[in-house]
């Protein structure tokens, strides 16, 4: 800031030797354009040396934004010189932020993929599972209907059940 303060100053002071200004002239420039310093202050800033004091921005400001509309901004090269400076590095900032940025949305990509082929597998078992159930659920229902069936059997034959080698005996002499 305060090395923008001392070129401003120097600034100032050229347009007004270039232009052979009095401080009065000056002084009628900034009331044109609304602004306001003290004649005490406008001579200390026109006086030798004062690049090295130390003035309010707000002392300087009116005057240098005036006399700059007035007549034009090719006094503050080292102001444009200096922005063009901070635009190139916030650029590179943006640039190695894109860079992260795309960094980071390939890494997400990629376990985003991860995640994605998971789902499928876990949907697959979920799928192979459900069949497997049902399968069980069919094995089940015939067990049960079997053994209904041997239950109604027994029943019917008034609880005597045959044996296992009479039934193979009964099949033999029938020549089955």
């Not at 100053?9 to 009095?22: R, Y």
């Not at 993929?113 to 192979?128: D, H, N, P, Q, V």
């Not at 008034?158 to 296992?164: D, I, K, L, N, V």
């Amino acid at each position: 800031m305060e090395r923008t303060l001392r070129q401003r100053i120097k600034t100032i002071k050229e347009i007004k030797n270039q232009h052979g200004m009095s401080i009065p002239q000056i002084q009628d420039i900034v009331a044109d354009h609304g602004g306001y310093v003290s004649p005490r202050t406008m001579y200390d800033i026109f006086a030798d040396g004062s690049e090295e004091k130390n003035f309010h921005y707000q002392s300087i400001a009116p005057i240098y934004e005036a006399l700059i509309d007035v007549y034009g901004d090719d006094y503050s090269s080292d102001d444009v010189i200096a922005l063009k400076q901070m635009l190139k590095e916030r650029n590179r900032q943006i640039d190695d932020l894109l860079v992260q940025l795309e960094s980071k949305q390939d890494e997400f990509d990629k376990r985003l993929a991860i995640y994605e082929e998971r789902r499928k597998a876990y949907e697959r078992s979920i799928s192979l599972l459900e069949k497997q159930l049902d399968q069980l659920d069919r094995l089940l229902f015939d067990r049960d209907r079997m053994l209904q069936q041997l239950l109604d059997a027994y029943l019917k034959s008034g609880g005597a059940m045959p044996s296992a080698a009479e039934n193979v005996s009964d099949r033999y002499d029938k020549g089955e």
